[in-house]
């Protein structure tokens, strides 16, 4: 079973940058694909970034060019580079991994929160 931990989380005034972490307790390369999720207060949780096995990456429209999805296979951490954020981008994000035998298996991580003050 897969274990996620994330970090770097915190407050952050609109206009400025974090950088999430997710480190993973098995090779980040042997998983299918990885990806932040979010989810503020009163919505339903979405896919922001994705990486697949092969280093292609997808973004929801609201982040492109401000977001930037990454994976270090030598530290076995994804990352997520967050620029220019609003506080549209304020919610709990989390990472998950996903590896496909015969169906998907979803991983997660405990999320970590993001608030961007206007």
């Known amino acids: 079973q897969a274990q996620l931990a994330e970090s770097g989380g915190g407050l952050v005034q609109a206009g400025g940058s974090l950088t999430l972490s997710c480190a993973a307790s098995?090779?980040?390369?042997?998983?299918?694909?990885m990806a932040w999720y979010r989810q503020a207060p009163g919505k339903q949780r979405e896919l922001v970034a994705l990486?697949?096995?092969?280093?292609?990456?997808h973004y929801i429209d609201s982040v492109k060019g401000r977001f930037t999805i990454s994976r270090d296979n030598a530290k076995n951490t994804l990352y997520l580079q967050m620029n220019s954020l609003t506080p549209e981008d304020t919610a709990v994000y989390y990472c998950?991994?996903?590896?496909?035998?015969?169906?998907?298996?979803?991983?997660w991580g405990q999320g970590t929160q993001v608030t961007v003050s206007s």
């Open positions: 998950n991994a996903k590896t496909v035998v015969v169906v998907i298996n979803d991983y």
């Open positions: 990486i697949t096995k092969g280093g292609n990456t």
């Open positions: 098995e090779r980040v390369s042997s998983f299918n694909a």
